[in-house]
């Protein structure tokens, strides 16, 4: 029992040390840091940093080209899924098996994979620095993983509900946005959540994509920050803090759903 | 009862999208690999298996980007789903202070991999670092480390973080395995007064298989796709003592421009990975019993 304590204890020191010292630091000068890397200094805290990082950075512009392509790619990615989902639990045959096989074999090959032709195929459709392009690739990579969830969930549904809606006239469209759609919602949600952590702290296809700065997303930015500040830790901690905030805001209020989608991501036994 | 011809059309925007940037890339990916295309010029030739002789026979580098994410993928594999485990096993009841304690050991997972490497770089660093000040002024100096910089461990250093960041994750999985083992087995095996070594051996761990094959295999995909991790936070380095295949694919292709070899990497890493997945499956499988 104590030792079930003390390991938990070690553990969770291990995940709030990082946190606070992350926050802290951001409010600390560079020599403040060097001086003391875990204390409060006694000279108090700053806010100079955030200015700052507002000042010399185009941090809004990184913070909207963000939230327009995590905003569009879950969007897009969930109806797009659940559309491809449903037509599978409908044909309910070879060729749906088929297509849910050819989806699914997305989720076992890593993007890293395929990042040279995908480049060479992305500029030559004209798609690089453009968020456009970011969002269609974003699209393309997590249908896999939403196809996957969304019809796990949709085969659970009853026969009867899509064979009493044919004989009341429905066509597939009606039976999909009218009957499958808000049935689905409880799935729908955790996936959504799956997909805005995966596009919201996705480096890969921005750092192939986008060299120009209007067009860069957040964790881009960041990464350029590196280069910038070096071992600056409280510029680039500061970065970190406006650049997770949103996640942070979505973890406390919708807990319970990002346990659920995160995990049902990676039911894939 | 006939489902009407309008269910084809629920396909055509995913599946388009899809092909076209998904399948297509895939494929070419083999394509290239018989080339010797630089990634800019409009012409390249055909070179046959030459890329593929060159990674298996005379580059060292690429054999080492191999060896370091295997090293990686196994560290990160059973240290973390030891860890998801016990810790697991530890906050199964679901009392308000263990939800809290999973949600928070789960917090990391939302965070971006360059938020992450930032983090580790601040405890890891050298001069600066938490790790080396808290070594000091706890009186262990000696113990103090380039932790990044030091080409014989920074591979353990960024397997580490890798846990760190998704251990919270996997100890969700096996919670959800653990409530799921029906409770009157445990009530019988006490009545029979079995310890509590034989319940976990002869209960929780079998009944727990197909959980830790989800771990074990969700764990190995994360380890080959720590790309972000490892760019961020070492790049490589030092002398390519953290290169894992998918940053030597990137430094290859859009550092050396060569993207005829970075393909053939490619093709070469997706059979890695499949014949791993296979190999993974086979043996769990096995392990698998019902009650």
Same mark, same amino acid.
């Given at each position: 029992?104590?030792?079930?304590?003390?390991?938990v204890l070690i553990y969770a020191i291990l995940i709030l040390v990082p946190v606070?010292?992350?926050?802290?630091?951001?409010?600390?000068?560079?020599?403040?840091?060097?001086?003391?890397?875990?204390?409060?200094?006694?000279?108090? #805290?700053?806010?100079?940093?955030?200015?700052?990082?507002?000042?010399?950075?185009?941090?809004?512009?990184?913070?909207?080209?963000? !939230?327009?392509?995590?905003?569009?790619?879950?969007? $897009?990615?969930?109806?797009?899924?659940?559309?491809?989902?449903?037509?599978?639990?409908?044909?309910?045959?070879?060729?749906?098996?088929?297509?849910?096989?050819?989806?699914?074999? +997305?989720?076992?090959?890593?993007?890293?994979?395929?990042?040279?032709?995908?480049?060479?195929?992305?500029?030559?459709?004209?798609?690089?620095? %453009?968020?456009? /392009?970011?969002?269609?690739?974003?699209?393309?990579?997590?249908?896999?993983?939403?196809?996957?969830?969304?019809?796990?969930?949709?085969?659970?549904?009853?026969?009867?509900?899509?064979?009493?809606?044919?004989?009341?006239?429905?066509?597939? *469209?009606?039976?999909?946005?009218?009957?499958?759609?808000?049935?689905?919602?409880?799935?729908?949600?955790?996936?959504?959540? $799956?997909?805005?952590?995966?596009?919201?702290?996705?480096?890969?296809?921005?750092?192939?994509?986008?060299?120009?700065?209007?067009?860069?997303?957040?964790? #881009?930015?960041?990464?350029?920050?590196?280069?910038?500040?070096?071992?600056?830790?409280?510029?680039?901690?500061?970065?970190?803090?406006?650049?997770?905030?949103?996640?942070?805001?979505?973890?406390?209020?919708?807990?319970?759903?990002?346990? &659920? +989608?995160?995990? !049902?991501?990676?039911?894939?036994? | 009862?006939?489902?009407?011809? %309008?269910?084809?059309?629920?396909?055509?925007?995913?599946?388009a999208l899809y092909a076209l940037f998904f399948l297509f890339p895939t494929v070419?990916?083999?394509?290239?690999?018989?080339?010797?295309?630089?990634?800019?010029?409009?012409?390249?030739?055909?070179?046959?298996?030459?890329?593929?002789?060159?990674?298996?026979?005379?580059?060292?580098?690429?054999?080492?980007?191999? +060896?370091?994410? #295997?090293?990686?993928?196994?560290?990160?594999?059973?240290?973390?789903?030891?860890?998801?485990?016990?810790?697991?096993?530890?906050?199964?009841?679901?009392?308000?202070?263990?939800?809290?304690?999973?949600?928070? $050991?789960?917090?990391?997972?939302?965070?971006?991999?360059?938020?992450?490497?930032?983090? *580790?770089?601040?405890?890891?660093?050298?001069?600066?670092?938490?790790?080396?000040?808290?070594?000091?002024?706890?009186?262990?100096?000696?113990?103090?480390?380039?932790?990044?910089?030091?080409?014989?461990?920074?591979?353990?250093?960024?397997?580490?973080?890798?846990?760190?960041?998704?251990?919270?994750?996997?100890?969700?999985?096996?919670?959800?395995?653990?409530?799921?083992?029906?409770?009157?087995?445990?009530?019988?095996?006490?009545?029979? /007064?079995?310890?509590? *070594?034989?319940?976990?051996?002869?209960?929780?761990?079998?009944?727990? &298989?197909? %959980?830790?094959?989800?771990?074990?295999?969700?764990?190995?995909?994360?380890?080959?796709?720590?790309?972000?991790?490892?760019? &961020?936070?070492?790049?490589?380095?030092?002398?390519?003592?953290?290169?894992?295949?998918?940053?030597?694919?990137?430094?290859?292709? $859009?550092?050396?421009?060569?993207?005829?070899?970075?393909?053939?990497? !490619?093709?070469?890493?997706? &059979?890695?990975?499949?014949?791993?997945?296979?190999?993974?499956?086979?043996?769990?499988? %096995? +392990?698998?019993?019902?009650?």
């Amino acid at each position: 029992m104590f030792f079930r304590r003390f390991a938990v204890l070690i553990y969770a020191i291990l995940i709030l040390v990082p946190v606070i010292m992350v926050v802290l630091t951001s409010l600390k000068t560079l020599e403040q840091t060097f001086d003391n890397p875990l204390g409060i200094p006694v000279d108090g #805290l700053i806010l100079d940093n955030f200015r700052n990082i507002f000042q010399e950075q185009t941090m809004a512009g990184y913070f909207v080209n963000s !939230s327009v392509v995590t905003l569009f790619s879950v969007s $897009f990615t969930l109806f797009f899924a659940s559309m491809i989902a449903y037509g599978i639990t409908r044909l309910n045959n070879w060729k749906g098996n088929g297509l849910f096989v050819l989806f699914t074999v +997305g989720m076992m090959v890593p993007p890293q994979v395929n990042m040279v032709p995908l480049y060479s195929l992305v500029s030559s459709l004209d798609l690089t620095n %453009s968020l456009l /392009g970011l969002i269609l690739v974003n699209i393309s990579s997590t249908l896999p993983v939403g196809v996957f969830i969304l019809t796990g969930f949709m085969k659970t549904l009853p026969k009867e509900l899509f064979e009493a809606s044919t004989i009341d006239g429905a066509g597939n *469209w009606q039976i999909f946005s009218k009957v499958v759609i808000p049935l689905s919602l409880p799935s729908l949600s955790a996936t959504a959540i $799956f997909l805005f952590v995966m596009h919201w702290n996705d480096l890969l296809y921005p750092l192939l994509f986008i060299t120009d700065n209007a067009y860069k997303t957040l964790p #881009l930015a960041l990464l350029d920050f590196q280069g910038q500040y070096l071992t600056n830790y409280p510029m680039l901690f500061t970065g970190v803090l406006i650049a997770s905030v949103p996640m942070v805001i979505m973890y406390i209020f919708l807990q319970r759903y990002f346990v &659920a +989608g995160m995990t !049902s991501g990676s039911v894939k036994g | 009862m006939k489902i009407p011809k %309008s269910i084809y059309l629920f396909f055509i925007p995913g599946l388009a999208l899809y092909a076209l940037f998904f399948l297509f890339p895939t494929v070419s990916a083999l394509y290239y690999s018989f080339t010797d295309w630089d990634g800019i010029s409009a012409d390249y030739s055909f070179i046959g298996l030459e890329n593929y002789e060159k990674a298996a026979m005379g580059d060292s580098i690429f054999l080492k980007s191999v +060896g370091n994410n #295997l090293e990686f993928m196994f560290f990160v594999a059973i240290f973390q789903t030891l860890v998801a485990l016990v810790f697991a096993i530890f906050l199964v009841k679901n009392t308000k202070f263990n939800y809290f304690l999973r949600a928070l $050991f789960f917090f990391p997972t939302i965070l971006s991999s360059v938020s992450v490497a930032f983090i *580790w770089a601040f405890v890891y660093d050298p001069n600066l670092g938490i790790l080396n000040h808290l070594l000091t002024i706890t009186g262990r100096g000696f113990l103090t480390q380039n932790w990044l910089g030091n080409g014989d461990i920074a591979i353990y250093s960024l397997a580490f973080t890798q846990v760190w960041f998704h251990a919270g994750q996997m100890l969700i999985i096996f919670v959800a395995g653990l409530h799921a083992i029906p409770m009157d087995l445990y009530e019988a095996a006490k009545m029979e /007064g079995a310890t509590r *070594w034989q319940i976990f051996r002869k209960i929780t761990w079998p009944l727990l &298989a197909p %959980s830790a094959t989800i771990v074990i295999a969700y764990t190995t995909i994360q380890s080959f796709q720590a790309f972000d991790l490892v760019f &961020a936070l070492t790049g490589g380095g030092p002398n390519y003592a953290t290169e894992i295949i998918s940053t030597y694919i990137y430094n290859v292709a $859009f550092r050396n421009f060569d993207f005829g070899y970075a393909s053939a990497i !490619s093709v070469i890493f997706m &059979a890695i990975i499949a014949l791993i997945t296979y190999i993974q499956f086979k043996v769990l499988r %096995s +392990g698998r019993v019902s009650y």
